[in-house]
């Protein structure tokens, strides 16, 4: 079943070492100023996403300057590199603090780097006010580099206060044709203000229910089931989403066939199911 991983000073988050997922790769770097990271991810292609501030990104000698024009997640979408599997990446501070995150997918194909700026992301709005589900999607890494990249998917979601995302619930955990794809899937969740929190639901067809407090900086591994999630009124919600196909990289959702019906009544479901396929 999913596994709950709460705000720490683990790094990395999630790697090789993971007991839950196989595939995925994560982790959060924080910069002072003009301060470096570097590091090689021996088994994963991997996105690196500024989250605040500014930084050079540096992905085999290729030199990918001043990526980053936001102060904060909440202040417009993010300027993003790609790495392939194997590059020696080099992260730079400048000038003022910064922070990154790191999304990787197990890849045995090597790509060309690549940069992906605001102006280049795919959002797509999911949900209205009054079905409590508005949110926006924001693909970072999506169909727009479908045959630049492997399976990995990376997308940052916006809910609104008192907002359900990954809703209707729904499930990729079974390979099933046109029906469904087998995909892991990592919730990084961040809150507005960060004093916010939500609850993480996770069930299967026939077994329990398990149900999390998420806040501010903690990060849920789903492995298996249907996963939807809620923000709690009066706070903004923010989830860093990482996909990895196990076999192709489009993702197809299976929603529980008990609320299959409210496809029909939320508004953009159809889109949002489009933009991950």
Known sequence: MPEFIPRSEQHPIVDTSSTTLDLIYFDLVTLASNEQDIRRLPAHESLYVVLSGQVDIEVDDIMFEAVGRRADIWGGDADSVYAPVGANVRISARGAAAEVAIAGGLCDTRYAPFRIT???????NVGSPDTHSQRRIVHLLGQRQNGRCGNLLVSELYAGEGCWSGYPPHKHDTEDGDVETRHEELYHYRFQPETGFGSQITYDDDGPVKILMTRNGDTVLVDRGYHPTVTSPGHRGYIFTILVGKHRR???????PAHQHLTKTIPGI???RDKFK
């Open 118 to 124: 605001p102006d280049e992301v795919d959002a797509v």
């Open 250 to 256: 489009g993702l197809i959702q299976r929603f529980d």
């Open 270 to 272: 159809d889109a949002m």
